[in-house]
């Protein structure tokens, strides 16, 4: 069932960097994008995503949760059933039960997303036109989006893509008269972001916002006078939205590793023109905790050899440190989706020996996987017990997008994710 | 539509999956899409399962939607034969594929695969996962043992002398709340009464073990909720009677010997005798002076029908609990539990809605909670004792030791697992005798498991609030405290601190006081000690 299609140099279509990349057709094992709401509803404390989908919806949210009970959930699946197949009017009646059910228990709730899924699509349930609806009957109190999360449209990541870029239209325009602006885009730790905060302060950059904000009832303001910075890889929808409103997209690599974090510094310093001098003052000691901090780790990775199944999307920025500063040497990157551009800068970092694919076939994947042989494995929870049984050592994907791993002082927490499973192996003696 | 935190039971193709799972040789293609596969990680990591869960996913995205799925589902089904080479296969829909109606039976009909194909129709919308994975299960035995059926009206010829009695084991699946080791207990029980097991299924079954399942005299349903069709079937199709009792609890797994010797035609007394029912502590352990402290403990329970049924029966008769709460998210056997609830006086709770489930438990304000890994939760919150006895299940409940919950082992285990949470006889004493000691001040752990004090004194809190909330809800919180009192009954050891709260609420309402001062504690506590 499978289609390789090895793109020869020649009919890449784009990309600074005309390497092959291998897209095949077959089962995919990823997550869909419903999966982000678990981390974005940590990230936005006054919003609720409310899933409009199936059993299925509910149990795959519940278990990427890892079934953790939180004391407030602020998520939920609407689960339609046959009757909100059969008429679509009076699902919409329903949707508007639930919602507003919701809403009395929920008091606190500033910002409510209606998160479409396969069903919902597939049935063309309108989630816009309810948004609509809905934010017309609570606003002020609350305000009321959509967007999609469904497995046919989005992986795993996009889901936040979907969700920022469903945001981008509801943010405040700059005033007429506004200054240079710096805005972050991507969903980050708070102490990360509190970091960077501290980071651009001491560049003189101080009109610095996050997207998304902790309380998604205040926006930041977006116009021409905007730059903004991806700190994820996976917003190309939310990028587009945000050139529609005028801001400009600062071209950099991810902020991984010391390289990453400097390079996607050094962006945002060359845009507001600060002196060389005042960029290499203000990283030397952040980038010397942080390299004293990873030689602990190169000792144990350098040479090791390293495979990705793709996931997050966060898996060729997280290769390219891994190679280039610790010394892994990487076989292949998986990656569900591939944005060129907004990783072009990441692609002509890696080393030209791997191997970049693009999708999935999971069972050539695990041919591929098994014959390199390699000294660890990254990929998802479905796999990686298997693996671990065949005697690779794995490392979740997952658990990379639940730690804070962006930045200098989080370098070395990002490295140790990939040392712990081999000390662990080494350790074990049985 | 319905408003849903959580879910106490997946989709029905989860079901399917833990059939599929649980057997050999055979393999699931779902018609489904990418995000689906999240199902493999219930089995790989929750049951730390070292192989993946045979099944493909045909992964359609939007982009196919519009050209063609069939052809997709065809080509990922051919390609799964081809890669594993199974002895037969099962096709079906998840409920995306559902909508897009691509008829994921016919198509693989029409592929001429060299092994028995066998379709599932399980509508995503009505059915949930214990619903699934009966109808998989029934299905496969149809398919398989079908064939071999006798005609109609033949009478089932007797069991030729000399050869020992033979049952087949019915309802252990993958996921299952510890399937593996009841199926070994029950397995060893019946071997030393005298009884064979033919064929267990779906657990460790092969297609060829399904063919054989006509051939025992009859069969024992370990789980209803999963085989309660597949045996009816195969009484009407092989006239093979089954067993009704479910050996959880010293008790039923007496009258589960008791039942099983009368259909292999042993003799009851012999059955019982052969086993040593010195196997099972629990009756002395629960008979022995520290349990004393366990009599008339509340207890709330909730969970799939079977385990939620047993461990009413056992709470009552096995450890002298009071039941003040029995419930079940298995709509299918609502009757039977609405039944038993009765019994106990009380009114079954009959949900799959979580809240519900929460808003009784710090409404009633139990002793221990035992229900599933959703009322694990809960009580944890509401800083309740609690032990699990039902799926679903989280990866502590599959532990590295044996642990059944069946037969006597089932009931040793039983009796550790609830009593562990709760405090030991002479210790709970001694807290309520030395209430206002530094070291056994009120929100004093169990020492047995003293980290979680302060868990427990915040979860306290919130229980209050809860019990508060619920009882503004009744519109009986007419009542407030002086604040003498209510220092008072914070000296009231914290796990009887509710129960003192709501009787002292209750007597100064029924007499219309409206202020509670430690006197109206007083007397309430005489009131209700009489
Ligand atoms: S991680 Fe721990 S607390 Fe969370 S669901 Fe699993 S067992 Fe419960
Ligand atoms: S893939 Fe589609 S149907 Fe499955 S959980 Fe995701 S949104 Fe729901």
Redesign the interface.
Known sequence: ??LIAMRSPSDSPMGCDNRPVLRQR??????????SIVWLHRKMRDAFFLVVG???????V???AG?M?F?E?RF???????R??AGLAD?ND??D??VT??LERRPDIKLLFLVGS??S???KLDLARAAERLSQRFLPEVRVLNYSG????T?FTQGEDACLAALVPQMPSEPANAGKSLLVVGALADIVEDQFRRLFENLGISTVAFLPARAASDLPAVGPNTQYLLAQPCLGDTARALDARGAKRLSAPFPLGVEGTTEWLRAASIAWDVPSDRLVETVRGPQARARQALQRHRELLAEKSIFFFPDSQLEIPIARFLARELGMNVIEVGTPYLHQQHLSNEISYLPESVRLSEGQDV?MQLDRCRSSNPDIVVC???????L??EGLTTKWSIELLFTPIQGYDQAADLAELFARPLVRRATLEV | ???????Y???P??GAMRVATAMKGLHYVLHA??????????F??IE?????PPV???????RD?GSDTAELFK??C??AYD?FKPDAMIVGA???AE??QDDPGGLALALNLPVPVVPLEL????K?ENWGAAETFYRLARAFAGPRAPRPGTPRPARVSGTRPRCNLLGPTALGFRNRDDVAEIAKLLETIGVDVSVTAPMGATVDDLSRLGDADFNVVLYPEIAGVTAQWLERAFHQPSTKTVPLGVVATRAFIAEVASLAGIEVAAALSAIDTGRSRLPWYSRSVDSTYLTGKRVFIFGDATHALAAARIAHQEFGFAVVGLGTYSREFARDVREAAKAYGIEALITDDYLEVEAKVAELQPDLVLGT??ER??AK?LGIPNAVISA?V?VQDFPARYAPQMGFEGANVIFDTWVHPLMMGLEEHLLAMFKGDFEFHESAAPSHLGHSANAQQAGLDRLDQAATAAMDHAGNNSVSWETDAEKELSKIPFFVRGKARRNTERYATERGLQLVTVETLYDAKAHFSR
């Open positions: 069932m499978t077959g089962q995919r094992e990823v997550f869909c994008g419903l999966t199936s059993r299925t919806c509910a149990h795959l519940q278990s990427a079934v009970i004391a959930p939920a699946t609407a689960i339609m059933d046959e909100d197949l699902a329903e949707l039960r639930v059910r919701l396969c069903p699509e597939v049935i469904s497995g046919i449209e992986t069972e998802g929870l479905g796999l990686a017990n298997p671990e049984a | 539509m319905q408003l849903t935190l959580w879910t039971e997946g989709p193709h989860v899409p990418q995000g689906d596969t999240y199902a493999d990680l219930l790989t990591m730390r399962r070292d192989q993946r493909t996913y045909t992964t359609f995205q939007a939607l080509t990922a051919q390609a890669r998840s409920c995306t909508l897009i509508p995503a919308y009505q949930k890994q959703m939760h809960i919150r679903p989280h």
